[in-house]
Nanobody
């Protein structure tokens, strides 16, 4: 059974930093990439989760959305079962529930795959 457990959310002021972690287990690491997706409050009713950043453990390939490029950095441990999202220079528009999910990374794009999601962690950026 796939398990994805996020941690590290919280409330920060604009310009602040947070580091999210996702511990993954229960699936063959080479089968999926792992990614971060977020659901802003204004899109909660739509159930839309935006792709933020993904990483593929097999070759270290990554994807990062233009909206966070230069501010967010995804990384993974050497075993490929824990990923991190370092978020710097946070803005109010980064406020969202951040989810870790199994994903596919191909052609410079990333999308969730496999239907495996963590419980989510809230990130709030406000003064």
């Amino acid at each position: 059974q796939v398990q994805l457990v996020e941690s590290g959310g919280g409330r920060v002021q604009p310009g602040g930093s947070l580091r999210l972690s996702c511990a993954a287990s229960g699936f063959a690491l080479g089968r999926y990439a792992l990614g971060w997706f977020r659901q802003p409050p204004e899109k909660e009713h739509e159930g839309v989760r935006e792709g933020v950043s993904c990483i593929r453990s097999s070759d270290g390939g990554t994807y990062t959305a233009d909206s966070v490029k230069g501010r967010f950095t995804i990384s993974g441990d050497s075993l490929g079962n824990t990923i991190y999202l370092q978020m710097n220079d946070l803005k109010p528009e980064d406020t969202a529930i951040y989810y870790c999910a199994t994903a596919l990374l191909s052609g410079g794009l990333c999308w969730s795959s496999g239907g495996n999601w963590g419980q989510g962690t809230q990130v709030t950026v406000s003064s």
